[in-house]
């Protein structure tokens, strides 16, 4: 379905009515987009301003998306190293926060067997989740969280598809480690 209605944003916009196409494009991704730098800056404030930003961008580049990829994984690159220009500009003061609850309970309905976790078992995963490496909890949110494959998490990552399966690997070992007997099925 979003793979369809990419396209027709895409030929919305390069047809002249730019401000709906891409006020659908926000819908459809914007809460995807929120979540990959929630996850990735663990800050609300700075996910939001870089989202804000990544949609700058993407505005801005929309008329030369060239397909070679899909729009949602160019989208998501581009909230990855908006994110990661955050991160080397300055580190912020709330990243060691935990995530926002109510933001994060979002992203479980993309994911059934996700979804269905009593509060304290999501709380416990999310507390785990938040707990990994940066590049970790990135490649584990685009994957189980926004069910992306490994070969788009690889393009949104911008690394070989070896590596993203190895990061995780090691994050499923590690919050099998944080996560008692009985969360361990869900991580």
Request: aromatic letters at 10%; hydrophobic letters at 40%.
């Amino acid at each position: 379905m979003t793979a369809v209605a990419d396209q027709e944003i895409l030929a919305r916009f390069r047809s002249g009515d730019r401000e709906a196409a891409f006020q659908r494009l926000v819908e459809i991704h914007g809460k995807a987009m929120y979540n990959i730098a929630l996850f990735t800056l663990n800050d609300e404030i700075l996910a939001q301003d870089a989202t804000q930003d990544a949609f700058i961008r993407v505005y801005r580049g929309l008329g030369k998306f060239k397909g070679t990829a899909k729009l949602s994984t160019w989208m998501y690159r581009i909230v990855k190293n908006v994110c990661y220009d955050y991160l080397r500009k300055r580190r912020p003061a709330g990243l060691d926060k935990e995530f926002d609850e109510e933001a994060l309970a979002d992203t479980a309905g993309a994911n059934p067997g996700v979804a269905h976790l009593s509060n304290w078992r999501h709380a416990q995963l999310r507390r785990a989740v938040g707990q990994l490496p940066g590049k970790q909890r990135l490649v584990v949110t685009l994957h189980y969280f926004q069910d992306l494959a490994y070969e788009e998490v690889a393009a949104v990552m911008n690394m070989p598809l070896g590596t993203v399966k190895s990061y995780l690997h090691r994050a499923k070992a590690t919050l099998a480690q944080a996560l008692g007997p009985e969360e361990r099925s869900y991580a």
